[in-house]
C-alpha cells in the first residue's frame, strides 16, 4: 500500500492533501476512492463520500477492465462522474460500492476488506435479511480461504459467526412456527452445505500444508491449533445435524436430544413471497444430487479427521449441554458418520471408543447406545481405566440390560480376544496370534 492509501485507509483528509503533490494522478485517483469507501464505511458520511468520489475521478484513468461480482449486486465500480450520479440516493449502492473499491485496492488479502464485508453482511442480518448476509460472509471466507495461512484467526471468526447465526436463525424460526403458528421462511440448505464444505476444506488446508504454520506469528499459546481442528471438527458436526434439520426426507420426525420437533414442518411451508429468498422444493433428482454432494463431504471430514487424529464420532457422542439445534449425542449425525465409512470402534487418547463416550456421559441415551451396538460397536472394548462397555452398562443403566437384549452382541470372538488379553501376556501371545487380529486384540 501506498502512504496515501494508508491515510485514506485510515481517514485522514489532511495526509490526503500533504501527499498529493508528491503522488501520480492515478495514486490520488485510488487514495480518494479508498477514502469515499472509509467515509461510508467508518464514519457513516454518505454524502461526503459522493464528494470525494467526484473529486477522485477527476484526476488519472478510468479502469481498462471493470469486472462486477454477484456478491456486489452486479455493480461495476463506479469511475465516471455519471457514474457516481447514478449511486446518489442510493444507499445500499453507495455501501456496495465502497466494499467493491477497498477490495480492489488494498486487495483481498487484507483484514480491512475482510472486515467491512462481515461488517455489512451483519448490518443485513440485524435487518433480517439473512440471505444477503450469508452471501457477504462467504465471499470473505473464499478471500479468507484463498489469501490466508490455513486456522488463521479471521478464517475461524468467521466460520464462528455463520454457525452462531445459523443456530439463532433455527431457534427462532422454531420458536416463532410452533408459539405463533406463524409461516418462517426457512434457512436455504445451500448456505449450510457452503459453509460445511469451507469448514472441512479448511481442515484439509491444514492437513495439506505439513502442519507447518508460523505458529509464533499465527497462534498466541501453544496448543491453538489443536484447539482450532477441534473447534472447525465440532462446527462440521453441528452444521450437518442442522443439514439434517432441514431435510426434507426427514424435517417431521429429526430426532434432535431426544426431543422431536414435529411442529418444525411449518418451517418448511414456503408461501409464493419466499421463492426468491429460499430454494424451491427439490425434485427428487435434485433430492439425490443433495445427499450425494452431502456424503461426499462428510467422508472427507472422516478422512481428514483421521489424518489429524481428530474424533468426529466421539464428539458426535459426547453429550454436550448447547441449544436444541446442536445438542449432542444426535441420531441423525451419527447416522451419517457411521454410512460414510467411520470405524465405531475407534479409540481416542484415553482409551475410549465412542460407546465409552456414550457411557460416561451424565444421561447416558439408550436410542444411541443401540444404534452404535446395531452397526458393530464392541461391548467388551476397554479403555484405559480397564472399563468395559459392558460393565460401564450394568453400573449405569442396570435396567437397560432388558431393553438393549446385550446378548446379541456378544459374539464369540470378543470372548476370546478378551480372555487373552486377560491372561496372556502380550509378547506372548503376539507370537501366535496371526498379525491381522492384533488391532482387534487391543481393542479388547
Not at 87 to 108: F, K, N, T, Y
Amino acid at each position: 500500500m501506498t502512504p496515501m492509501e494508508c491515510g485514506a485507509l485510515a481517514g485522514h483528509e489532511d495526509v490526503l492533501q500533504s501527499l498529493s503533490a508528491v503522488a501520480t494522478a492515478q495514486e490520488i485517483r485510488d487514495a480518494l476512492k479508498l477514502y469515499g469507501a472509509t467515509l461510508v464505511d467508518k464514519k457513516m458520511d454518505l454524502s461526503n463520500a459522493i464528494r470525494v468520489w467526484f473529486e477522485a475521478v477527476n484526476y488519472g484513468e478510468p479502469l481498462r477492465v471493470r469486472t462486477a461480482l454477484h456478491v456486489y449486486d452486479d455493480l461495476f465500480e463506479i469511475d465516471t462522474a455519471d457514474d457516481v450520479r447514478r449511486v446518489i440516493g442510493d444507499p445500499d449502492a453507495i455501501r456496495m460500492q465502497a466494499l467493491i473499491m477497498r477490495e480492489r485496492i488494498i486487495g483481498g488479502d487484507h483484514h480491512e476488506t475482510h472486515y467491512f464485508i462481515r461488517y455489512r453482511g451483519a448490518v443485513y442480518c440485524d435487518l433480517g435479511e439473512t440471505n444477503r448476509c450469508f452471501q457477504l460472509w462467504l465471499h470473505a471466507l473464499d478471500l479468507q480461504q484463498k489469501h490466508l495461512c490455513a486456522l488463521h484467526p479471521s478464517t475461524i471468526s468467521t466460520i464462528g459467526a455463520f454457525i452462531d447465526t445459523f443456530i439463532l436463525t433455527v431457534n427462532e424460526g422454531i420458536i416463532i412456527a410452533n408459539v405463533d403458528g406463524v409461516r418462517v421462511t426457512p434457512l436455504s440448505r445451500k448456505y449450510l452445505m457452503d459453509v460445511l464444505d469451507k469448514t472441512v476444506f479448511e481442515l484439509e488446508r491444514f492437513n495439506s500444508s505439513g502442519m507447518k504454520l508460523k505458529k509464533d506469528e499465527i497462534f498466541e499459546e501453544p496448543g491453538d491449533d489443536i484447539r482450532c481442528c477441534n473447534f472447525l471438527m465440532l462446527a462440521s458436526l453441528q452444521l450437518i445435524l442442522l443439514v439434517g434439520i432441514y431435510s426434507s426426507s426427514s424435517v417431521n420426525s429429526i430426532d434432535v436430544s431426544g426431543l422431536r420437533l414435529m411442529k418444525s414442518s411449518k418451517i418448511r411451508r414456503l408461501s409464493h413471497n419466499d421463492s426468491k429468498l429460499t430454494v424451491n422444493l427439490e425434485t427428487e433428482a435434485d433430492e439425490k444430487d443433495f445427499d450425494i454432494a452431502l456424503s461426499d463431504i462428510v467422508t472427507r471430514l472422516i478422512l481428514v479427521s483421521k489424518c489429524l487424529n481428530l474424533y468426529p464420532l466421539h464428539a458426535a457422542c459426547h453429550d454436550i449441554d448447547k441449544p436444541v439445534t446442536t445438542r449432542f449425542p444426535c441420531a441423525c449425525v451419527i447416522t451419517m458418520l457411521i454410512d460414510n465409512g467411520i470405524d465405531v470402534n475407534t479409540k481416542n487418547s484415553l482409551g475410549n471408543t465412542p460407546l465409552h463416550t456414550v457411557l460416561l456421559s451424565n444421561n447416558p441415551r439408550q436410542s444411541v447406545i443401540k444404534l452404535l451396538l446395531q452397526n458393530g460397536a464392541t461391548l467388551l472394548a476397554r479403555n484405559k481405566e480397564n472399563d468395559t462397555c459392558l460393565e460401564l452398562i450394568s453400573e449405569t443403566l442396570p435396567r437397560a440390560f432388558r431393553y438393549l437384549k446385550l446378548g446379541r452382541y456378544l459374539t464369540l470372538m470378543s470372548l476370546a480376544a478378551n480372555a487373552v488379553r486377560r491372561n496372556w501376556l502380550k509378547t506372548v501371545y503376539k507370537k501366535i496370534v496371526p498379525k491381522e487380529l492384533f488391532a482387534f486384540l487391543d481393542l479388547h
